[in-house]
Nanobody, 115 residues
Framework: QVQLVEFGGGLVPPGGSLRLSCAAS????????WGWYRQAPGKQRELVAR???????NYAEFAKGRFTASKDSAKDQLILQMNSLIPEDTAIYYC?????????WGQGTQLAVSS
């Protein structure tokens, strides 16, 4: 069983920045794809960014140029640095890891962008 714990969410004013982290209970070397997703109220969950084990990444259009996903392999953590936040970024942010062909989700961390 793989456990993922997200942290770092909070209330941020428009234009602000925030860094989310996702800690895995397994070595990051076992995670073939690691990603951030988000779900805004009344909307479906959507991809934000993901990283493959080889290091390649892909981002949703809304995240390009503002968000950066990275891995801290020493801590077995996935990071999401978010800049230039806008109210539309308000959502619960989830971490998902693929390990041995299985998907695992964290419980999410809330981001609210508001003045």
């Amino acid at each position: 069983q793989v456990q993922l714990v997200e942290f770092g969410g909070g209330l941020v004013p428009p234009g602000g920045s925030l860094r989310l982290s996702c800690a895995a209970s397994v070595s990051s070397t076992r995670i073939s794809v690691w990603g951030w997703y988000r779900q805004a109220p009344g909307k479906q969950r959507e991809l934000v960014a993901r990283i493959w084990s080889g290091g390649s990444t892909n981002y949703a259009e809304f995240a390009k140029g503002r968000f950066t996903a990275s891995k801290d392999s020493a801590k077995d953590q996935l990071i999401l640095q978010m800049n230039s936040l806008i109210p539309e970024d308000t959502a619960i942010y989830y971490c998902r890891a693929t390990v041995d062909g299985m998907y695992y989700w964290g419980q999410g961390t809330q981001l609210a962008v508001s003045s």
